[in-house]
């Protein structure tokens, strides 16, 4: 590749795209809530929310100096990651508290980056966090998963028109945003009815002596104040 063409990669990737129009902001919100509401669309686009959850336990257990094992994807949108490392201690803390708080950080990073027009960087970037990711899945329905949700993301980014592109990255963002809400509503529930009793809030309680209701208002917080902050930025309020 010669140096002409890696200045026009390096301006398409780290370029600033135009701001696309308002409907499409808007429209991208009601279709991400399409498939965050509805019971049975939630079942099938949970699968993504479990992706950054898993993900995101991963990522901070590297961060955190401890020993990635691999990562589980399983059918009924439940995950699991595993890591070695100390048992204790603030990584192992850090590591619990990333899951449930991963897709709705990730959101507001990509409203962040949409806000500053960066959309395709923010369409590269999903692919290679996915692609790492890939190297750690441990089991086959994980694997497909990965490889069919990056593959969208490389195909978008590389052959769609700059509209698709706004209109796919600003509806990844939303439903990331909207679709960190609703799981920490969900184990909560499960807990009032003596369900998901090794959660990661029960652990996150037993690792700190804090109780699991003071953690799931952790969650909430995280997801609701970047809900409201990411959706500002979207909205370029």
């Given at each position: 590749?010669?140096?002409t063409?890696?200045?026009?990669?390096?301006?398409?990737?780290?370029g600033?795209?135009?701001?696309p129009?308002?409907?499409?902001?808007?429209?991208?919100?009601?279709?991400?809530?399409a498939?965050?509401?509805?019971?049975?669309?939630?079942?099938f686009?949970?699968?993504?929310?479990?992706?950054?959850?898993?993900?995101?336990?991963?990522?901070?257990?590297?961060?955190?100096?401890?020993?990635?094992?691999?990562?589980?994807?399983?059918?009924?949108?439940?995950?699991?990651?595993?890591?070695?490392?100390?048992?204790?201690?603030?990584?192992?803390?850090?590591?619990?508290?990333?899951?449930?708080?991963?897709?709705?950080?990730?959101?507001?990073?990509?409203?962040w980056?949409?806000a500053?027009?960066?959309?395709t960087?923010?369409?590269?970037l999903?692919?290679?966090?996915?692609?790492v990711?890939?190297?750690?899945?441990?089991?086959?329905y994980?694997?497909?998963?990965?490889?069919?949700?990056?593959?969208?993301?490389?195909?978008?980014?590389?052959?769609?028109?700059?509209?698709?592109?706004a209109?796919?990255?600003?509806?990844?963002?939303?439903?990331?945003?909207?679709?960190?809400?609703?799981?920490?509503?969900?184990?909560?529930?499960?807990?009032?009815?003596?369900?998901?009793?090794?959660?990661?809030?029960?652990?996150?309680?037993?690792?700190?002596?804090?109780?699991?209701?003071?953690?799931?208002?952790?969650?909430?917080?995280?997801?609701?104040?970047?809900?409201?902050?990411?959706?500002?930025?979207?909205?370029?309020?």
């Open positions: 590749m010669d140096s063409a890696l200045a026009d990669l390096w301006d398409r990737v780290f600033a795209q135009s701001d129009a308002t409907w499409l902001v808007i429209a991208t919100a009601v279709a991400a809530l498939v965050v509401l509805p019971h049975n669309a939630w079942r686009s949970r699968n993504a929310v479990t992706i950054a959850h898993e993900g995101g336990h991963g990522l901070v257990a590297l961060l955190t100096g401890r020993r990635l094992d691999g990562i589980r994807l399983h059918s009924d949108t439940s995950g699991l990651t595993v890591s070695r490392g100390k048992p204790t201690g603030l990584g192992m803390i850090l590591t619990a508290a990333a899951g449930y708080t991963a897709p709705s950080l990730l959101g507001l990073g990509g409203a980056l949409l500053a027009n960066h959309i960087l923010l369409l590269w999903a692919t290679a966090l996915l692609l990711m890939l190297v750690m899945i441990r089991n086959a994980g694997v497909l998963t990965v490889v069919v949700t990056g593959g969208a993301f490389l195909l978008v980014s590389w052959l769609t028109s700059a509209t698709v592109q209109a796919f990255a600003y509806g990844v963002v939303w439903f990331l945003l909207l679709g960190g809400v609703r799981p920490v509503f969900e184990l909560q529930a499960k807990r009032r009815h003596g369900g998901a009793a090794d959660s990661d809030a029960d652990q996150l309680a037993r690792l700190t002596h804090v109780a699991p209701a003071m953690w799931l208002f952790l969650f909430h917080a995280v997801s609701l104040c970047s809900l409201v902050g990411g959706g500002r930025w979207l909205l370029g309020l």
